[in-house]
């Protein structure tokens, strides 16, 4: 799994693009619904360390929502899945794209995040 694999993978899925919300910043890449503008994913790359992991080399990671709480709970004791980085760590996670998290793992996360955020109509 990497970052090109998922952006590849979106775009199949969904017909999005990352967009670049933060000026200077052509990492961290924002992927939003079409009708209601809403975050469905965020890639980036952030350093190890401030994940909590061992080492400070930065790793490509996503952050995703998750709305069931029990659900959220049972990813963040899965290895490569945590409490969100820089969101609301009750609602969304962050999963590693470096390997650890299988791809299908992450696809099924990423359709997950892409329903929770979905407009009321579209989530019927």
Avoid at 63 to 82: Q, R, V
Wanted: proline fraction near 4%; hydrophobic fraction near 35%.
């Amino acid at each position: 799994m990497n970052r090109q694999t998922v952006i590849d993978h979106i775009n199949n899925q969904y017909g999005v693009e990352p967009d670049f919300p933060w000026e200077g910043d052509l990492v961290s890449g924002v992927f939003r619904h079409r009708d209601n503008r809403k975050w469905f994913a965020l890639i980036m790359l952030v350093r190890r360390d401030r994940l909590g992991l061992e080492g400070d080399e930065p790793v490509d990671c996503m952050n995703l929502k998750i709305n069931d709480p029990m659900l959220h709970d049972m990813l963040c004791h899965e290895d490569g899945i945590m409490p969100s980085y820089h969101m609301n760590k009750r609602h969304w996670i962050t999963v590693l794209l470096d390997g650890t998290v299988a791809d299908e793992k992450v696809f099924e996360l990423i359709d997950v995040s892409y329903q929770a955020t979905a407009s009321k109509n579209k989530k019927r």
